[in-house]
């Protein structure tokens, strides 16, 4: 039986994944050119802040700590995938009742030199055990790619804390690409 404390706990740490998640969608969407990464940092604070306000402020404030680090990493990681615009994002039938929407659909990705065209993208934020997670993130992503026939690159933002002074979190992203059945670390 989970507790309410960390049934509260897992909800914080679900909207602390869906201000990033926006924040890199408001970015690249709208404000590619003028936005900085302070300011999607912000944009994402204010959309956990919102969501959160009616949890208690002890689990407000722990996973609220590393999202500037976790915003900037997801910037860079969709940098490093040569991601120029996002495209509106369709949904994908997998039986007659359910429909599925992947996190991002680019037009255009370049990973390990190979281009791939409109290709889904799906962001997952983690602490830095992702084992237990992955498969169950690889099989949803392999119902994209089966859905939309395309390749499907699964994005881990990972963080874990620091013993610095001035950065209590850092966070690097983790990239697996996704194609049918197979699938690649990168």
Wanted: proline share 3%; with cysteine.
């Amino acid at each position: 039986m989970i507790s309410s404390f960390k049934r509260k706990n897992n909800l914080a740490a679900m909207i602390r994944g869906k201000a990033i998640e926006e924040s890199i969608r408001f970015t690249y969407a709208f404000h590619r050119d003028k936005f900085s990464i302070p300011a999607a940092q912000n944009y994402a604070n204010d959309i956990y802040y919102l969501r959160t306000k009616n949890l208690p402020s002890t689990i407000v404030k722990n996973n609220a700590q590393p999202i500037n680090s976790l915003v900037r990493s997801g910037i860079n990681a969709f940098s490093y995938l040569k991601i120029k615009s996002l495209k509106n994002i369709n949904s994908y039938k997998i039986r007659k009742t359910k429909h599925v929407y992947p996190d991002f659909n680019a037009k255009k990705i370049k990973l390990d030199r190979k281009i791939y065209d409109n290709c889904c993208i799906e962001l997952k934020v983690s602490g830095e055990n992702i084992i237990k997670s992955k498969i169950k993130h690889i099989k949803q992503c392999v119902n994209y790619s089966i859905k939309s026939r395309k390749p499907v690159v699964l994005i881990y933002l990972i963080f874990k804390k620091t013993n610095c002074k001035f950065r209590k979190y850092s966070s690097k992203p983790l990239f697996f690409l996704i194609n049918k059945k197979k699938w690649y670390n990168f």
